[in-house]
């Protein structure tokens, strides 16, 4: 593909983006700056978010416990079943609610867990490739890096739990903040040329 192909292309995709430039540069300019107070903030910014997990389990519970009082059919053999599940909704709102410490660090050890797994398949995958003579490298740094994170989460608990759920969604903010800038940048160099 030469150089003119590459360029059409590039054209067409950014032309059927619905946001202008302008916009797309103040997103992303504001998505960095909350990440970064999110890095530095990043205690604050666990706790935050957990306490909003537990807002909308809360939410979610007594709305279906609503729905489930309210219903008018008589041989619905589910209601029962609604209330214990909204109710259980309800519990698990309040607990996380009653300690966001203990929340949080449930869903850090939850969240090195899934490293742990992700990491294990992405050897078992290498291995296969390898067995097949395919590119095995990549996948098999990776899972030894999903590893290696599980195991840094896991020794410094139980202070990782206090920042890391927030440090991750500040990374997450970042990340989308430059691409938002680049992508920004990228659409208005394409209207001035056009």
């Not at 109710?87 to 949080?104: E, N, Q």
């Not at 840094?152 to 989308?176: D, Q, R, T």
């Amino acid at each position: 593909m030469n150089n003119t192909e590459t360029n059409n292309t590039a054209a067409i995709a950014l032309q059927e983006l619905p946001i202008n430039w302008k916009w797309m540069l103040a997103l992303a300019i504001s998505m960095i700056f909350l990440g970064t107070i999110g890095l530095l903030a990043s205690g604050f910014l666990t706790l935050t978010s957990v306490l909003i997990f537990g807002g909308f389990i809360f939410a979610g519970g007594l709305l279906q416990m609503v729905h489930a009082i309210q219903v008018k059919e008589e041989g619905w053999s589910g209601k029962l079943q609604h209330i214990l599940i909204a109710s259980l909704y309800i519990v698990a709102g309040l607990i996380v609610f009653w300690d966001p410490l203990v929340t949080s660090l449930f869903l850090t050890i939850l969240l090195a867990s899934l490293f742990a797994v992700i990491g294990v398949a992405r050897l078992w995958y290498a291995s296969y490739c390898k067995k097949q003579d395919w590119k095995w490298l990549l996948p098999a740094l990776s899972g030894l890096f999903d590893l290696i994170i599980a195991v840094i989460i896991m020794v410094s608990l139980p202070g990782s739990a206090i920042w890391l759920i927030g440090m991750l969604i500040a990374i997450e903010m970042l990340f989308n903040g430059w691409f938002f800038l680049f992508l920004g940048l990228r659409v208005r160099k394409f209207e001035q040329s056009a």
